[in-house]
């Protein structure tokens, strides 16, 4: 047994799974649905909840108050000669509706074959507690291999609309030299993955007038300009006859995909027609000369998100309306700024208006794109720690969503963030019977305290 071997054995015969399990379930029944403002005692139980669990283990744990629902935050500091890490999660949940739809009560964590049935039991209560008992782990081993830090924040499934000015205020006791999230899906239910790209956003609407009211199809229909045509002229210009973006300037700051993750990605069991066929469709669409995997992680999209105009109701009438628009978003990569992106899109639809009708752009909510830097030693510590819970190495994937909040806070604490996923699609976050395999609860409790380890051997200030 080299020493790596032996520490994993005494880690997993500490490893106490009852008592896991019991104290994750405790945290299940609190119903910490924050959208819901009944629900505001059960936000502010489920904080104090952990923040006591975090005080029991020694840290320093404090239920801290936003404009909205509180954060916990808490740290134990071991050594200012030991790296820090910041463990970001969110304690609240999805509203559980339809319950009807629920096999068992969605506050009520049942356990049926391997898994535990409950709203939040992946997303995310399930995984910030895996991080929760790694430490726990350590410290029953010895002692903390470097400082830990946890935000655990109340409000990510309505946006987190306080979080950012939270990040700001507190940016120097945040202070950490990498970030961990668990907070998502990993590749495959037996592919460990840790996720280094998001995608950004630039969200806009697009307003088309056309005559000062609706007319009368047979009267003036002919001469008079009608704005649905228009809209549709107008939106069929955006994309060129290779599936590009035809805006210009578009792609002029978007960082290539390289030769190596191109043909990492290549490796992944990934089949694109198995993928349309998984969706219902008989081929897949898009920029030429890519896999699906890479138009969805690497590459920049525009897409309608909604449409409307002219008569909508039941049977006929024959109308040219006054009006039409869309909305419609660009998911972005790195390095293309979203307000950059914002700004081509608004001075180039106007000039696709056909004669006769005024055009006009507004925008909506912005994210901005990001990929970390792999060659950090962090991530090969990620790597290791992972391939030390999992049994094989994890892949390196990254994700066509946005984070918003990871942004803020890679850029307030100016690190890199490693997502280190512990769910998996299956588990169904968001849906009916959420669920979390306890398999993946005792893994992740096992890859967290391996983390901790393998960051606490780099040592600090790399
Ligand atoms: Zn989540």
């Given at each position: 047994?080299?020493?790596?071997?032996?520490?994993?054995?005494?880690?997993?015969?500490?490893?106490?799974?009852?008592?896991?399990?019991?104290?994750?379930?405790?945290?299940?029944?609190?119903?910490?649905?924050?959208?819901?403002?009944?629900?505001?005692?059960?936000?502010?139980?489920?904080?104090?909840?952990?923040?006591?669990?975090?005080?029991?283990?020694?840290?320093?744990?404090?239920?801290?108050?936003?404009?909205?629902?509180?954060?916990?935050?808490?740290?134990?500091?071991?050594?200012?000669?030991?790296?820090?890490?910041?463990?970001?999660?969110?304690?609240?949940?999805?509203?559980?509706?339809?319950?009807?739809?629920?096999?068992?009560?969605?506050?009520?964590?049942?356990?049926?074959?391997?898994?535990?049935?409950?709203?939040?039991?992946?997303?995310?209560?399930?995984?910030?507690?895996?991080?929760?008992?790694?430490?726990?782990?350590?410290?029953?081993?010895?002692?903390?291999?470097?400082?830990?830090?946890?935000?655990?924040?109340?409000?990510?499934?309505?946006?987190?609309?306080?979080?950012?000015?939270?990040?700001?205020?507190?940016?120097?006791?945040?202070?950490?030299?990498?970030?961990?999230?668990?907070?998502?899906?990993?590749?495959?239910?037996?592919?460990?993955?840790?996720?280094?790209?998001?995608?950004?956003?630039?969200?806009?609407?697009?307003?088309?007038?056309g005559a000062d009211r609706d007319l009368h199809s047979g009267v003036y229909g002919g001469a008079a300009p009608n704005p649905i045509n228009a809209l549709a002229q107008i939106i069929a210009q955006l994309h060129d006859e290779?599936?590009?973006?035809?805006?210009?300037?578009?792609?002029?700051?978007?960082?290539?995909?390289?030769?190596?993750?191109?043909?990492?990605?290549?490796?992944?069991?990934?089949?694109?027609?198995?993928?349309?066929?998984?969706?219902?469709?008989?081929?897949?669409?898009?920029?030429?000369?890519?896999?699906?995997?890479?138009?969805?992680?690497?590459?920049?999209?525009?897409?309608?998100?909604?449409?409307?105009?002219?008569?909508q109701g039941e049977g006929s009438k024959t109308v040219i309306p006054a009006k039409a628009g869309a909305k419609i978003s660009c998911r972005l990569v790195a390095n293309q700024d979203e307000n950059k992106i914002y700004s081509?899109?608004?001075?180039?639809?106007?000039?696709?208006?056909?004669?006769?009708?005024?055009?006009?752009?507004?925008?909506?909510?912005?994210?901005?794109?990001?990929?970390?830097?792999?060659?950090?030693?962090?991530?090969?510590?990620?790597?290791?720690?992972?391939?030390?819970?999992?049994?094989?190495?994890?892949?390196?994937?990254?994700?066509?969503?946005?984070?918003?909040?990871?942004?803020?806070?890679?850029?307030?604490?100016?690190?890199?963030?490693?997502?280190?996923?512990?769910?998996?699609?299956?588990?169904?976050?968001?849906?009916?019977?959420?669920?979390?395999?306890?398999?993946?609860?005792?893994?992740?409790?096992?890859?967290?305290?391996?983390?901790?380890?393998?960051?606490?051997?780099?040592?600090?200030?790399?």
């Amino acid at each position: 047994m080299n020493s790596d071997q032996s520490l994993d054995q005494s880690l997993e015969n500490l490893l106490d799974t009852p008592s896991a399990d019991q104290e994750l379930f405790e945290l299940l029944r609190i119903q910490s649905v924050s959208t819901d403002s009944t629900r505001v005692p059960e936000m502010e139980r489920t904080a104090n909840w952990l923040q006591h669990k975090l005080s029991s283990l020694g840290f320093e744990a404090a239920v801290e108050a936003t404009a909205g629902h509180p954060v916990v935050f808490a740290q134990k500091i071991v050594s200012s000669d030991k790296p820090t890490v910041l463990i970001y999660g969110h304690y609240d949940v999805q509203p559980e509706d339809p319950l009807e739809e629920w096999i068992s009560a969605p506050f009520e964590p049942t356990v049926r074959g391997d898994r535990v049935y409950a709203r939040g039991a992946t997303d995310d209560k399930g995984q910030l507690y895996a991080h929760v008992r790694g430490v726990q782990l350590l410290q029953e081993l010895g002692d903390l291999p470097c400082n830990i830090k946890f935000l655990l924040e109340g409000e990510e499934e309505m946006g987190s609309p306080n979080l950012g000015a939270y990040i700001s205020a507190n940016a120097t006791r945040l202070a950490a030299d990498v970030i961990v999230i668990s907070d998502g899906s990993r590749f495959d239910t037996d592919i460990p993955s840790i996720t280094y790209g998001v995608r950004g956003l630039t969200y806009l609407e697009v307003h088309v007038q056309g005559a000062d009211r609706d007319l009368h199809s047979g009267v003036y229909g002919g001469a008079a300009p009608n704005p649905i045509n228009a809209l549709a002229q107008i939106i069929a210009q955006l994309h060129d006859e290779q599936g590009r973006v035809a805006v210009p300037g578009f792609y002029d700051d978007v960082q290539p995909l390289s030769p190596e993750e191109r043909a990492a990605w290549a490796t992944l069991p990934h089949d694109d027609a198995v993928w349309a066929a998984s969706i219902g469709v008989s081929e897949l669409i898009g920029e030429v000369g890519y896999t699906a995997l890479e138009k969805t992680w690497g590459r920049p999209t525009l897409d309608c998100n909604g449409i409307w105009g002219g008569f909508q109701g039941e049977g006929s009438k024959t109308v040219i309306p006054a009006k039409a628009g869309a909305k419609i978003s660009c998911r972005l990569v790195a390095n293309q700024d979203e307000n950059k992106i914002y700004s081509l899109l608004e001075a180039y639809i106007p000039t696709l208006a056909p004669k006769g009708v005024k055009v006009t752009v507004k925008p909506h909510h912005h994210g901005t794109a990001m990929v970390m830097d792999l060659s950090s030693p962090y991530f090969a510590a990620a790597e290791r720690a992972t391939e030390r819970a999992f049994g094989v190495k994890p892949v390196f994937i990254r994700t066509g969503g946005s984070i918003p909040i990871a942004l803020a806070l890679k850029t307030a604490l100016k690190c890199e963030i490693i997502f280190l996923d512990l769910g998996v699609n299956a588990d169904n976050l968001h849906s009916p019977n959420e669920s979390f395999s306890l398999k993946d609860y005792h893994r992740g409790i096992l890859a967290s305290a391996y983390v901790f380890q393998e960051i606490g051997k780099l040592g600090k200030n790399l």
